[in-house]
T-cell receptor
């Protein structure tokens, strides 16, 4: 497809289990972002990948969260030993231009998100 | 950490009414964007403002960037039910390495 694809769309897991969320960005987009959105709230930045540079992990809430981006394309967000407070919608976005290349006038293209529920 | 505060958090109005949503910060941003999000979908970009004092219009929507580039507003004229959604502002800092989102304004327009 032409847009950002995320899977699974819904994930229900038990507390303490590990989960993996996948993001397939728009082809050719060099930048990829993960955000977290609690019910009806704004977006909380998690991590940012730009090309082959080291990712900006400053938004990851704990060491239980990690993410990787293979081959500059698909990204996986992993949450280990899930807790109930991890329940949220995890949104992935991609962009053609990195933010810090110049004044940002580009556009983030978002996927539909992965809704995670931790029981 | 730069913070963006949006107000009001919730707004329920009748079709045809006008409304203004505000996005405020104590920090200066190099540019600012407004997105709209509908249930079950990701946010979609509405506009980007770059210059202090800039005003952009998108049909019935008018966006303004504050002179000091710390705040922005979104004004909707003659709101329609199709305007219902979550409106998010997002600021890009001067270092150009962080896109910070506000908490959002949830708008409901009743027919």
């Amino acid at each position: 497809g032409a847009g950002v694809s995320q899977s699974p769309s819904n994930k229900v897991t038990e507390k303490g289990k590990d989960v993996e969320l996948r993001c397939d960005p728009i082809s050719g987009h060099t930048a990829l972002y993960w955000y977290r959105q609690s019910l009806g709230q704004g977006l909380e930045f998690l991590i940012y990948f730009q090309g082959n540079s080291a990712p900006d992990k400053s938004g990851l809430p704990s060491d239980r969260f990690s993410a990787e981006r293979t081959g500059g394309s698909v990204s996986t967000l992993t949450i280990q030993r899930t807790q109930q407070e991890d329940s949220a919608v995890y949104l992935c976005a991609s962009s053609f231009l990195p933010i810090h290349d110049r004044v940002y006038t580009g556009e983030l293209f978002f996927g539909e998100g992965s809704r995670l529920t931790v029981l | 950490t730069q913070l963006l505060e949006q107000s009001p958090q919730f707004l329920s109005i009748q079709e045809g009414e006008n409304l203004t949503v505000y996005c405020n910060s104590s920090s200066v941003f190099s540019s600012l964007q407004w997105y709209r999000q509908e249930p079950g979908e990701g946010p979609v970009l509405l506009v980007t403002v770059v210059t202090g004092g800039e005003v952009k219009k998108l049909k019935r929507l008018t966006f303004q960037f504050g002179d000091a580039r710390k705040d922005s507003s979104l004004h909707i004229t003659a709101a329609q039910p199709g305007d219902t959604g979550l409106y998010l502002c997002a600021g890009i800092n001067n270092a150009g390495n962080m896109l910070t989102f506000g908490g959002g304004t949830r708008l409901m327009v009743k027919p």
